[in-house]
């Protein structure tokens, strides 16, 4: 347990940087599963492996709130000193997931039923891809598992062990990619199969990782596990984060919406742009899950100093990695853009809205990092309702922009998203020093 006035730049990197290396495997993973099953030289197969991890990434984001909620109480509860709560947590979360996971598997049916009917495909399509989903779906308790226990490790600033974690789930699903599907013939049943190979040995993995909780009895304490002020809270801070990501989630998928209305070719530039966006929020992700850390730990100190602290130190990475990514986008965004698309229209059509991901990354500095720093503060409440503020300002600039700008007022209204959510959240900062100052 780190002393809560040992907050370093030192630390703030210890934390950060495996996070961000982790992040980095995510793409490199969709990108293999895309490439094997493209040497099978049909259509279909790659069709059905996209929309078939697109529907299951869905329902497993819902539950992203696992990671999220967890790595805030679990940091509030080490910087308490309740080892205690630190181990009962931990069962906690994976009682959630065997019952959330064992749910997803009995429910396969309708839940397929209602991924096809928001976005149909072809019958073959469809076909090959409910065979991956039926493979796919038996891992869910694991696939779910893996968030809490993510979450857990990072609250106890272990990251390093959130890499190894992803390195191996990564690492070895690309193997087994190539053997299954190169070496075997197995088609995207071997996609599949790989891949619940990966999620069940990654959550034995992760449960090893974390078995430092099993050394103190409260965690089969089943009195402590299932005290119900602590269970209501957890459900609470859970409910509030599922609820901010659905709103959150809103704005993006109207904004793809919106744009689709200007035609296929600005369409396809926004999608290609949305990449850099993309690219933004994974490099944060690391100083973003520093702050739940620095602030968590700080507020169950009841050390404003700290909490204060944590929150700055994390943020001053985080305006650095910002500032590198704006540049970077000034100066190589045609590259990139290039790069991602061979079509000249589009390269032409993305190149007009640069300018907009060069700000991307400056103007959306203070709602991520102070998402990282409620999310450590369980102030899942505020977070909540903030987001209903931004999605409501969002729309307000869509309608006022939109018609008069175009695309170009599309993107302003993002970027002004982004600024309610960061302007509304810092207007409610100040309560959490206070809160920290109360026993």
């Given at each position: 347990m780190h002393s809560k006035d040992t907050i370093t730049h030192k630390r703030v990197l210890t934390i950060a940087v495996p996070i961000v290396l982790s992040n980095a495997t995510v793409p490199i993973l969709g990108a293999v599963d895309t490439g094997v099953v493209g040497q099978l030289g049909l259509a279909a197969p790659i069709g059905a492996v996209g929309i078939g991890a697109v529907?299951?990434?869905?329902?497993?984001?819902?539950?992203?709130?696992l990671r999220m909620g967890t790595t805030g109480l679990v940091a509030q509860a080490r910087g308490a000193g309740d080892l205690g709560e630190v181990s009962a947590l931990l069962t906690r979360v994976m009682m959630i997931a065997v019952v959330a996971g064992v749910a997803l598997i009995a429910l396969q049916v309708p839940i397929l039923w209602a991924a096809f009917k928001l976005a149909p495909a072809s019958a073959e399509v469809e076909t090959l891809a409910r065979s991956y989903i039926g493979i796919r779906i038996w891992s869910a308790p694991f696939a779910i598992a893996g968030f809490g226990l993510t979450g857990w490790l990072i609250a106890g600033e272990?990251?390093?062990?959130?890499?190894?974690?992803?390195?191996?789930?990564?690492?070895l699903n690309i193997l087994l990619d190539l053997w299954f599907v190169l070496g075997l013939g197995w088609g995207i049943e071997g996609v599949a199969i790989a891949t619940v190979i990966a999620e069940v040995t990654g959550a034995g993995l992760g449960l090893f990782l974390c078995r430092s909780a099993l050394t103190h009895p409260a965690w089969k304490a089943w009195p402590k596990v299932f005290d119900p002020a602590r269970l209501l809270n957890m459900a609470r801070v859970n409910t509030?984060?599922?609820?901010?990501?659905?709103?959150?989630?809103?704005?993006?998928?109207?904004?793809?919406?919106?744009g689709a209305s200007f035609g296929d070719l600005t369409l396809a530039a926004n999608h290609i742009l949305m990449q850099f966006v993309e690219i933004t929020a994974y490099a944060l992700d690391g100083f973003a899950f520093t702050a739940e850390v620095l602030v968590g730990q700080a507020l169950g100190a009841r050390s404003a100093l700290a909490l204060r602290r944590g929150a700055l130190m994390a943020s001053f990475w985080g305006l650095l990695v910002c500032t590198v990514l704006a540049v970077t986008f000034a100066v190589f965004g045609g590259v990139i853009v290039d790069i991602m698309t061979t079509a000249p229209d589009v390269q032409a059509e993305a190149r007009r809205f640069l300018p907009w991901m060069v700000s991307v990354p400056l103007v959306g500095l203070a709602a991520w990092m102070l998402d990282g720093v409620f999310i450590g503060a369980t102030?899942?409440?505020?977070?909540?309702?903030?987001?209903?503020?931004?999605?409501v300002v969002y729309l307000a600039a869509v309608y006022v922009l939109m018609p008069r700008f175009g695309a170009h007022g599309l993107w302003a209204a993002l970027l002004i998203s982004y600024i309610?959510?960061?302007?509304?959240?810092?207007?409610?900062?100040?309560a959490l020093e206070r809160d920290a100052h109360r026993s």
């Amino acid at each position: 347990m780190h002393s809560k006035d040992t907050i370093t730049h030192k630390r703030v990197l210890t934390i950060a940087v495996p996070i961000v290396l982790s992040n980095a495997t995510v793409p490199i993973l969709g990108a293999v599963d895309t490439g094997v099953v493209g040497q099978l030289g049909l259509a279909a197969p790659i069709g059905a492996v996209g929309i078939g991890a697109v529907i299951l990434a869905s329902v497993y984001w819902l539950f992203g709130f696992l990671r999220m909620g967890t790595t805030g109480l679990v940091a509030q509860a080490r910087g308490a000193g309740d080892l205690g709560e630190v181990s009962a947590l931990l069962t906690r979360v994976m009682m959630i997931a065997v019952v959330a996971g064992v749910a997803l598997i009995a429910l396969q049916v309708p839940i397929l039923w209602a991924a096809f009917k928001l976005a149909p495909a072809s019958a073959e399509v469809e076909t090959l891809a409910r065979s991956y989903i039926g493979i796919r779906i038996w891992s869910a308790p694991f696939a779910i598992a893996g968030f809490g226990l993510t979450g857990w490790l990072i609250a106890g600033e272990r990251t390093r062990a959130v890499l190894v974690l992803q390195l191996w789930m990564n690492g070895l699903n690309i193997l087994l990619d190539l053997w299954f599907v190169l070496g075997l013939g197995w088609g995207i049943e071997g996609v599949a199969i790989a891949t619940v190979i990966a999620e069940v040995t990654g959550a034995g993995l992760g449960l090893f990782l974390c078995r430092s909780a099993l050394t103190h009895p409260a965690w089969k304490a089943w009195p402590k596990v299932f005290d119900p002020a602590r269970l209501l809270n957890m459900a609470r801070v859970n409910t509030d984060i599922m609820i901010r990501s659905i709103l959150l989630l809103a704005i993006m998928v109207s904004f793809a919406f919106f744009g689709a209305s200007f035609g296929d070719l600005t369409l396809a530039a926004n999608h290609i742009l949305m990449q850099f966006v993309e690219i933004t929020a994974y490099a944060l992700d690391g100083f973003a899950f520093t702050a739940e850390v620095l602030v968590g730990q700080a507020l169950g100190a009841r050390s404003a100093l700290a909490l204060r602290r944590g929150a700055l130190m994390a943020s001053f990475w985080g305006l650095l990695v910002c500032t590198v990514l704006a540049v970077t986008f000034a100066v190589f965004g045609g590259v990139i853009v290039d790069i991602m698309t061979t079509a000249p229209d589009v390269q032409a059509e993305a190149r007009r809205f640069l300018p907009w991901m060069v700000s991307v990354p400056l103007v959306g500095l203070a709602a991520w990092m102070l998402d990282g720093v409620f999310i450590g503060a369980t102030r899942t409440r505020d977070m909540r309702n903030m987001s209903v503020v931004s999605l409501v300002v969002y729309l307000a600039a869509v309608y006022v922009l939109m018609p008069r700008f175009g695309a170009h007022g599309l993107w302003a209204a993002l970027l002004i998203s982004y600024i309610a959510r960061g302007a509304t959240l810092a207007w409610k900062y100040p309560a959490l020093e206070r809160d920290a100052h109360r026993s």
